[in-house]
Nanobody
Framework: QVQMVESGGGSVQAGGSLRLSCTAS????????MGWFRQVPGKGREEVAS???????TYANSAKGRFTISKDNAKNTLYLEMNSLKPEDTAVYYC???????????????????WGQGTQVTVSS
């Protein structure tokens, strides 16, 4: 079955860095629009970044200049490099795929139909 598994979350102090990974099964990260989202308790899923099949990227304002989305097609893995982390970055981070298109149309969570189980990122001040 199609599956996406995130890893790399953890606890870090403000100003630190983390790299999240998302390995996909039966789904090609090279062919599909891929994204990272995050969610805190009591709030909806918030967009972070997306990358299309051609490598084009989009970032939410909160991620610009600090986070980098990338992918390794040979490993079928999506990454999110997070630097200069802030306490407000604390959330469960999810990877997702929009398998209907290669070029991402938007960063709306509703456009992404395949989701991983999430990985917790906690940033302490």
């Amino acid at each position: 079955q199609v599956q996406m598994v995130e890893s790399g979350g953890g606890s870090v102090q403000a100003g630190g860095s983390l790299r999240l990974s998302c390995t996909a099964s039966l789904l090609s990260v090279s062919d599909n629009c891929m994204g990272w989202f995050r969610q805190v308790p009591g709030k909806g899923r918030e967009e972070v970044a997306s990358i299309g099949g051609g490598g084009e990227t989009t970032y939410a304002n909160s991620a610009k200049g600090r986070f980098t989305i990338s992918k390794d097609n040979a490993k079928n893995t999506l990454y999110l490099e997070m630097n200069s982390l802030k306490p407000e970055d604390t959330a469960v981070y999810y990877c997702a795929a929009d398998v209907r298109r290669s070029r991402c149309r938007s960063l709306r969570p509703s456009d992404f139909g395949v989701w991983g189980q999430g990985t917790q990122v906690t940033v302490s001040s």
